[in-house]
């Protein structure tokens, strides 16, 4: 793209859409949002009076098509996401979709073939972890080899209160999705098989999850454990850390520092995720706007997506039926 301003449209404006908005507007170089759309007309207008006076669009359709939109941002509910992806694709347009890429394997695959038959990467999906510094300094370290080859990766997700629809379905495609990514991405191999022990809320909500935890086997013979709370009550903490052959490696988890006084010792800990990866969130949208220029997307791909879902279903399973399953995936496409 030769011009110096991306000209963004933005499907979705609620807490994550209008975090990216403001993002792109205040805090990234080289974007602006240009139009939204929001099944929410309230709430859109609302967004785009905060983006320089936004077009706004009723149907997200005409947004895509709009000539004067460079690049496309989803973040409208979870299953709309690949039908979206699959309109700006199809358009030729930059996609940077939230997670999850789709609430199914089968409907990430149609993003993959999508993207396939244009034959070059136009999506980033929204594991905003890959740029959060704590997960970067674990990732490097981990490579540079300081402990040997990883034998067993664990993540801890704190979420501060529970959203009571959440089943433990959309609690696995919707907020385990990223460690998922997370254990994929930083062991840098595929889960081969996973099982699930969840804790229903109460019996008026029989598949309300408030803590589930996956235990995982890597196709190296690797081990895992994903562990999330969805109704802590007293903050928003995510962790990961990696045990290897000569030393453990364990992201900074605390940005706050601790106060010794009067006899205690004390941390404030962050209240929800768009305050504990903030910084993630800019650089994230920074990383998509600048690799626009160039030829592919760049970050976690329409592969990662399709693969984190492969291993949600398999965890679906898993907690179903109270027994591990194994994942069954499509071959990787050269692409990826
Ligand atoms: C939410 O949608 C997010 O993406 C947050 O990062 C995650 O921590 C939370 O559990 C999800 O519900």
């Not at 007309?41 to 785009?48: D, F, G, K, S």
Request: with cysteine; glycine share 8%; net charge negative.
């Amino acid at each position: 793209m030769s011009k110096e301003t991306v000209h963004v449209g933005l499907i979705g404006t609620g807490a994550i859409g209008s975090l990216h908005a403001e993002n792109l507007m205040r805090r990234t170089r080289g974007a602006t949002v240009v139009a939204v759309m929001d099944i929410d007309q309230e709430r859109a207008h609302a967004v785009a009076a905060a983006c320089d006076g936004a077009r706004v669009y009723v149907d997200a359709g005409d947004l895509i098509a709009d000539p004067a939109v460079d690049a496309m941002l989803i973040a409208s509910t979870d299953r709309t996401h690949a039908d979206f992806a699959i309109a700006c694709i199809e358009a030729g347009k930059r996609v940077l979709c939230e997670k999850p890429l789709a609430t199914t394997a089968a409907d990430a695959e149609r993003v993959l073939r999508a993207e396939l038959a244009v034959g070059r990467r136009l999506v980033q999906v929204g594991f905003m972890r890959e740029y959060d510094h704590a997960h970067r300094d674990l990732y490097d370290l981990l490579k540079s080899g300081a402990i040997g080859a990883a034998l067993k990766f664990r993540s801890v997700h704190i979420n501060p209160r529970f959203v009571r629809e959440l089943t433990i379905d959309s609690v696995i495609t919707n907020s385990l999705i990223h460690d998922i990514h997370s254990a994929r991405w930083i062991m840098g191999e595929e889960i081969s098989s996973a099982y699930v022990q969840w804790a229903p809320v109460d019996r008026a909500h029989p598949r309300s999850a408030r803590l589930a935890d996956i235990q995982v086997i890597f196709e190296s013979g690797a081990i895992g454990s994903l562990e999330y709370n969805g109704d802590s009550g007293y903050g928003y903490e995510v962790t990961v850390e990696v045990t290897g052959e000569t030393g453990k490696v364990e992201s900074a988890s605390h940005p706050s520092p601790s106060l010794r006084q009067a006899g205690s010792l004390s941390r404030a800990i962050t209240p929800n995720w768009p305050q504990r990866f903030a910084h993630a969130y800019i650089d994230e949208v920074q990383a998509w706007i600048d690799a626009i220029g160039q030829k592919d997307a760049t970050g976690p791909s329409a592969w990662d997506g399709y693969m984190s879902l492969v291993v949600a279903e398999a965890c679906i399973r898993s907690a179903e039926t109270g027994q591990p399953q194994t994942t069954h995936a499509i071959e990787k496409p050269a692409l990826y």
